[in-house]
């Protein structure tokens, strides 16, 4: 095989963090090459360098055999460069082909631009209808979109950051069939992902960064999952453990339960019902967009429903709002940690104040004790190992994993008797992810109930004692979730959506 | 190539410097105005600036008249910038004024010419009263339809200014007047004056009251639940509903709280310097008071000190006018500028600037 991509001594320094120190490694035509580190290990910022959005302090590229240095993405799109990013930017009202068309240099007219996209799609085993609204495609389906915005182009490289958190088991193995057809084509692939089963099933070669230098290089394959969480973190990872606990009673009930979605895109919930015990874990999965964010919602009392149907042992709290909650202990975390669970700009005392104020005791009369409310956000700052030079920085200027810690830590330290947390790992790295994990067996241990909402269903799988899935705002019956096979999850989780008749040639 | 680059945290230092660089930019650019207009800009900008306090004959006369300006303006601001904290915007604070002063005005006019200590706090209640009256209405059809509140705050000052010439005219005209327009002046009435606390120093209660507004403003900004919600309200909305804040019950009270000090900066003014109730006795110091806010950062010690700067380019910008011949428009075209320039150099306090290549890939 060729060489398409050859990295040599790339270096950049931030203010205070250097994100990459002499980066080198070589990416071959058609081949696979996974980038795998930590969170804050350096991995996006390689990456943003690649597709010309950072410009590296020292250190050069060399694409084909010439020097490639890309000002901005549009010439690292010229030069065969295309990106899939985690967060997707396409905007809901309008239609597939009319986001593709805004992304691209001189699109083409519309009813052309459709046809290829058909093509395209097909090719690819990705089908995908030009003329639906973006704002009713399901997660898959908008990545899609994404990943077709990227072929149009021809690309030579495909990085691919995060692709499959957002997918159900059978949408991940379609997304694998066509990239292994595009790699089998010749196109390289830069695959950036935390999950080490993917990357042994997907990759050719993998990368390891650890604080911004190359640590390893290996072919995963030949490693076991174990082996390459180590080469990450640099030391053995502790996998969550919990001793077998029996459960106790009933302290959540939800019966009934139909909430109206707030935004226009959004999903209602109908008729959701499940139970949670004392000690016990209850894992929700399901496809992003599905009521995930609503059934949070309505559980933290951010959106008021029918006062019986959701009961805290007997009584009913349905319509109490987020501070009447708090106080009777059921505590929420959110999934989007900047701007709903967190305000970024603000630090991470006044973060701490902005649920602990009633259980902590932060206020007299509603005049803030700023002492004591420092004095919690330095206690989560040290029981989560939370990074960060003090509780006076703001939100914003913390990675995301560090912010999830903070964020997960400052309710568990809250003595929940009802958590609900929603994604409590997402874009976090390994080791900071396990120590979530711990965290929330070892609240259920100590006798709350816990409901986890996560689309990474190895996670779910780990820590819940009963699954159940959301599914257009439906929530399966939960059934325990010790022997499901993924075959069982995903149909759950409704299936590949809209995929009847996947087929690639390859 | 010049590109801007956010910063992780907002940086301290231009949060204070953007204001003092603002007023900077705005003289240069007043200058070169007023050098168009045929005047010595060096000139211009000392009469406005050092003269109303320095010079050694009207000093006398301006000086006192920088807390009376500045006092109704910090007092408006204070309300306002709660509100815009939160992303709540009254932007009709000049009626609200003008209703708290109507009304305040009432009730003395009522009790003329009765001498009793109670007109003036009666007063006092009725302008304050009178101003979160008017700043319900757009908060209740915000809060119930979901209507714009800027712009149904905005267009209320046209109503509050045509009720305010209809009472001038008819309902509160002066009966011993001759038949002119305006109302009895209050100045003339002890008990329900609103004369100088401190002679010589333009101090009078609406002063007072500002200087209070500031103190409380602090305390409630920084150390309470209340002023907490209201600053992530206008961060983070979202987090703010998940803080248990309740948007319809904040914007009640923001629009409340700049609704009845406005009312009460009326209500002083009408008393005071003022005198009477007139057609014209509004100086627009409500909208003035929305440059105020943004100048002090809707900080209150900031807003203290944009107000006294601001009432200085009044008085300077009277002066400016009587000594140099200035028209009237270029000294508001000057405080316009003092915004936008504000506005402008805003944008170095979340972003630093990087100049460096462009490069062909």
């Not at chain 1, 930590?38 to 694409?63: C, F, H, Q």
């Not at chain 1, 956000?377 to 029981?383: G, N, P, S």
């Not at chain 2, 910063?7 to 930019?25: D, Y």
């Not at chain 2, 009254?90 to 708290?100: F, L, P, S």
Request: proline share 6%; hydrophobic share 50%; net charge neutral.
């Amino acid at each position: 095989m060729t060489t398409l991509l050859t990295i040599e001594g790339l270096t950049k320094a931030y203010p205070g963090v250097v994100a990459n120190s002499d980066v080198s490694f070589a990416i071959a035509e058609g081949e696979v090459h996974a980038l795998l580190g930590e969170n804050g290990a350096g991995k996006s910022t390689l990456v943003k360098m690649i597709y010309g959005l950072v410009k590296p302090d020292s250190g050069r590229m060399i694409l084909h055999g010439h020097p490639y240095e890309p000002a901005e993405p549009r010439a690292a799109r010229a030069a065969g460069v295309a990106m899939v990013f985690q967060h997707f930017s396409l905007f809901d009202a309008l239609n597939v082909a009319e986001n593709i068309s805004l992304g691209m240099e001189s699109p083409p007219p519309r009813r052309q631009l459709a046809a290829r996209i058909r093509e395209v799609s097909d090719a690819y085993g990705l089908p995908l209808d030009p003329d639906r609204t973006v704002g009713e495609l399901s997660a898959g389906e908008r990545q899609r979109v994404e990943i077709i915005r990227c072929l149009l182009q021809d690309p030579k490289l495909l990085i691919m950051d995060e692709p499959t958190s957002v997918l159900t088991p059978q949408e991940v193995e379609i997304l694998f069939r066509t990239l292994r057809k595009l790699s089998s084509e010749g196109t390289a692939i830069l695959y950036i992902s935390h999950k080490l089963e993917e990357i042994r099933t997907l990759c050719d070669s993998a990368t390891i960064l650890r604080r911004g230098k190359v640590v390893d290089s290996c072919n995963p394959r030949e490693k076991s999952a174990a082996e390459l969480a180590e080469l990450m973190v640099g030391s053995k990872l502790q996998t969550p453990s919990r001793p077998g606990a029996t459960p106790g009673e009933i302290v959540l009930d939800v019966a009934g339960l139909s909430v109206r979605s707030a935004s226009a895109f959004g999903t209602s919930l109908r008729d959701v019902t499940f139970t949670v015990r004392a000690g016990e874990i209850l894992g929700i999965g399901g496809v992003a967009g599905n009521g995930q964010d609503e059934l949070l919602a309505a559980l933290s009392g951010e959106a008021q429903a029918r006062a019986g149907s959701i009961r805290l042992r007997g009584t009913p709290i349905g319509a109490l709002g987020p501070n009447q909650r708090r106080r009777i202990a059921i505590l929420a975390a959110p999934e989007e940690r900047l701007g709903h669970a967190a305000a970024p700009d603000m630090s991470l005392t006044e973060n701490a104040l902005l649920t602990g104020a009633i259980r902590e005791g932060l206020t007299t009369r509603g005049f803030l004790k700023w002492p004591a409310a420092r004095a919690f956000a330095e206690r989560v700052i040290t029981a989560f190992d939370v990074r960060t030079p003090g509780p006076a920085n703001a939100a914003r200027s913390l990675s995301g994993g560090n912010l999830q810690k903070f964020v997960i830590g400052r309710e568990v330290l809250q003595r929940p008797e009802v958590l609900v947390v929603n994604q409590p790992t997402w874009g976090v790295d390994a080791a900071a992810a396990a120590a979530i994990r711990q965290a929330l067996l070892d609240l259920a241990e100590n006798g709350a109930a816990v409901v986890v909402i996560s689309q990474d269903l190895d996670e779910l799988m780990e820590i819940s004692d009963r699954f159940a899935a959301l599914n257009e705002g439906r929530l399966s019956p939960p059934r325990p979730a010790r022997g499901l096979t993924m075959e069982e999850i995903g149909l759950m989780m409704g299936g590949a959506h809209d995929m009847e008749t996947p087929h690639v040639d390859a | 190539m010049i590109r801007l680059e956010k910063r992780p945290t907002p940086s301290r230092f231009w949060t204070l410097a953007t204001p003092l660089l603002a007023v900077i930019l705005t003289m240069i650019a007043g200058g070169l105005l007023f050098a168009f207009l045929g005047k010595d800009p060096l000139e211009a900008i000392r009469t406005i600036f050092w003269d109303p306090l320095f010079h050694p004959q009207f000093a006398s006369y301006s000086r006192p008249q920088l807390l009376v300006k500045a006092g109704p303006l910090i007092l408006i601001a204070i309300g306002l910038s709660l509100g815009f904290r939160a992303g709540i915007w009254n932007i009709g604070a000049e009626g609200q004024y003008i209703i708290g002063a109507i009304c305040g005005a009432g009730v003395a006019l009522a009790f003329y010419p009765l001498e009793a200590w109670y007109v003036f706090p009666l007063m006092v209640i009725a302008g304050a009263l009178g101003g979160w009256a008017w700043a319900m209405i757009p908060a209740l059809l915000k809060t119930r339809f979901r209507t714009n509140e800027i712009l149904v705050s905005l267009l209320l000052v046209y109503v509050a200014e045509e009720l305010l010439a209809s009472m001038a005219l008819g309902l509160m005209r002066n009966p011993a007047g001759g038949g002119f327009p305006g109302s009895r002046n209050l100045q003339q009435y002890p008990a329900a004056a609103n004369g100088e606390l401190i002679a010589g120093t333009g101090m009078h209660w609406g002063v007072a009251a500002a200087f209070i507004a500031v103190i409380l403003a602090y305390v409630l900004l920084n150390r309470h639940m209340l002023g907490f919600h209201i600053r992530l309200t206008g961060q983070s909305p979202r987090a703010a509903r998940f803080a248990g804040v309740r948007p319809n019950a904040l914007i009640l009270i923001c629009l409340g709280t700049s609704g009845a000090l406005a009312g009460l900066a009326g209500l002083f003014e009408v008393a005071g310097p003022a005198g009477q109730i007139s057609i014209d006795f509004n100086q627009g110091y409500g909208f003035t008071a929305i440059i105020v806010a943004f100048l002090g950062r809707l900080h209150p010690v900031g807003i203290l000190l944009a107000g006294l700067l601001m009432g200085l380019t009044y008085i300077g910008g009277d002066l400016a006018q009587f000594m140099l011949g200035l028209p009237a428009a270029a000294i508001q075209a000057f405080q316009g500028m003092l915004l936008f320039f504000l506005l402008g150099v805003d944008v170095l306090t979340n972003y630093r600037i990087r100049i460096g290549r462009t490069e062909a890939a």
